[in-house]
């Protein structure tokens, strides 16, 4: 299975930006890129997903490479909610929705 | 409308006993899906249903665990003799279309956190 690679952690100040990274060097053309976040004591829940082209939803928006081996998700104005363990996660008809670590988002009043 | 709902919401059971956690999906959806994750950790697959097909069990750790789903609807995993190492929140997820799409889209519970004293 395709893997993803994230930092463990990021800091950011409230009311800023903040771009999460995600490798995904092995990808392939099938693949498409979903992100996920886990608030404190909650289950996961969706953020955005793409295939090759930059998206963005109400959440966020999802930058991806032009040769799709990595993609930033981007908060543009960080909240104290936006705390949480972001997860990149490949995904193709047939896999699972595999959870890695993930990136653990700080946020700085 | 309403989310994927689970219960109990906390279990503190005695080592030895069997557990039963349900969970409720949206309605219409055709997948169910039942993950672990350990204090700290990120999750574990455990099995899977879509829709009449059989169950894809490949994540169940042991023998012990089990669980059922009728048709589109609750679904109840079961963990018998329970050991301490079973200690974690067991997280239910549902979505419209399954593994088999691409694009669709994974909609958690709250979760039970299980305590195995």
């Not at chain 1, 498409?32 to 082209?53: A, D, K, M, N």
Request: hydrophobic share 30%.
């Amino acid at each position: 299975d395709a893997k993803t690679t994230q930092p463990n952690s990021m800091e950011s100040n409230e009311e800023e930006p903040v771009h999460l990274p995600c490798n995904h060097s092995t990808i392939s053309g099938t693949d498409y890129i979903h992100w996920y976040r886990q608030l404190p004591s909650q289950g996961p829940e969706y953020v955005i997903h793409g295939l090759t082209s930059n998206v963005n939803n109400r959440m966020a928006s999802l930058a991806i490479a032009e040769d799709r081996k990595s993609s930033t998700l981007i908060l543009h104005r960080a909240t104290l909610r936006d705390a949480a363990v972001y997860y990149c996660i490949l995904r193709y008809a047939g896999n699972m929705l595999t959870f890695g670590g993930g990136t653990r988002l700080m946020v700085k009043p | 409308g309403a989310g994927v709902s689970q219960s109990p919401s906390n279990k503190v059971t005695e080592k030895g006993k069997d557990v039963e956690l349900r969970c409720d999906p949206i309605s219409g959806h055709t997948a169910l899906y039942w993950y672990r994750q350990r204090l700290g950790q990120g999750l574990e697959f455990l099995i899977y249903f879509q829709g009449n097909s059989a169950p894809d069990k490949s994540g169940l750790p042991s023998d012990r665990f089990s669980a059922e789903r009728t048709g589109e609807s609750v679904s109840t995993l079961t963990i018998q003799r329970t050991q301490q190492e079973d200690s974690a929140v067991y997280l239910c997820a549902s979505s419209p279309r399954g593994q088999l799409a691409s694009t669709d889209t994974q909609y958690f519970g709250p979760g039970t956190r299980l305590t195995v004293l």
